[in-house]
């Protein structure tokens, strides 16, 4: 009987402890969770994952390179509700370049680039006061590949 | 014959109970995320939460993904001894030049397996498994990667793809084991060498190359990647890369500017295109002093222990 407890005990704190780490580590919640882009496209090491609260902005500052389209999604629990993303410029006044409230915070967008420039994505989530105290991850998964322009000129022949 | 049934009785309860449990505490399957509920009455003194948990994140492309945007528009041919050779190794005793080396070893990687030169990257991975474990890098599968590129050596594609996975491996084990301060020294380090091997892939300078031209946009990456060495300058092993970064951007900051404005459109396809921005240029001064700098940096690091 004493073994069987000490397994049962075993396996509960097992089964617990593995859970929590999952919870505290975001890390991989954007491949995992966020809809990716067509093959075409590769995927970019700016991707990245954070932990949210409700009410909550945060600004991720990238570079995109000239000649080359990309692709932006996020994911995030539902308990943070409707992602809002906005594509801005990075200078001081941080012209807002896209916005996807704009389009019923759908949760990813593409757009190509004519010259190297550093942007900010600014993803915010809704105040709740049901989950304030609450951390939830939330993904922001970047892919790219050439403009589609260059590669259809370089196709010649079959 | 009564002791026995009891005993089998609390045998079904415990196991009942346990389930019990076990299911209470793990998530429905089409509701992953709720573990993070978890969270919420845990008070974990946890790095990791803090640093998941704010407001600013610098992020810049991967060496790979810079080689691979220089490499696009001209013909650069390969040069061997670009790379820091893997009998360097043993050279690098403490723990700084470990990490920077690391980062050098792993650009060397992503520039070798660009010009498909499968064999030699292959000798580099074993000296990056060799730092690993030096760090107590623990990255997870090394062993099968490694069986893998042995048996792939005559399959050029399947190196490609299994060293690109071992790399994405890599950066998961970093970020997710609170290593995002030793990923950052090793990032520098891979510029570094990435713009070491960029620079000196172009024989001289010539005003309208477009290679130059991609080496002088590497400002805005140099600038993100000091923003985000700065989060970890509480960690003295940051400092000297730290300088490093400092001395490189004073040079891209003398680069003149064209500013146009940004303009934003929809294509045929309903995509958003954005046009505009700022242009640099970088003279031929400025391209001999930042060769000049970048030799230097770039042979400290590989020549010595710190």
Known sequence: ?158 | MYNKTFLSRKIWFSLFVTLLLINCCKPAKNNKEDTTSFIKNMDFPDSIQQRQLKNNYYQFPSAKEMFNYIKQEETLAFNPNLTNPVSHYPRYVDTKSKILNLGIYLADISYLTLYKEINKASEYLEVVHKLYKDLRIEVPFTDQFISRIKDNLNNEDSLVYISEQYSDEFYRYMYSNNKEHILATVSAGSYIEGLYIALNLVDEYKENSSVIQKIAEQKYTFENLYQNLNEFNDDSNIHLTLQYMEKILSVYNQLETKRKPVKTSKNEDNILVIDGGDEFFMSRSQFYELKSLINQLRKEIITKSF
């Open chain 1, 1 to 158: 009987m004493k073994y069987l407890i000490h397994i049962t005990s075993v396996l509960f704190f097992i089964s617990f402890f593995y859970e929590i780490s999952k919870a505290q580590n975001c890390a991989d919640y954007h491949v995992e969770n966020c809809r990716w882009a067509d093959r075409t496209y590769l995927y970019s090491r700016q991707s990245r994952s954070a932990l949210f609260t409700p009410g909550m902005k945060s600004v991720f500052n990238i570079i995109v390179y000239g000649g080359e389209e990309y692709y932006i999604s996020v994911s995030a629990h539902r308990k943070l509700g409707d992602i809002r993303v906005q594509l801005k410029e990075n200078n001081e006044k941080q012209t807002i370049l896209y916005d996807n409230a704009d389009f019923k915070y759908e949760d990813y967008f593409y757009f190509k680039n004519a010259i190297t420039k550093k942007m900010i994505v600014e993803v915010s989530v809704p105040e709740n006061e049901k989950y304030k105290d609450e951390k939830f991850c939330l993904g922001v998964l970047i892919e790219f590949r050439r403009n589609k322009v260059e590669e259809e000129d370089n196709q010649l022949g079959f």
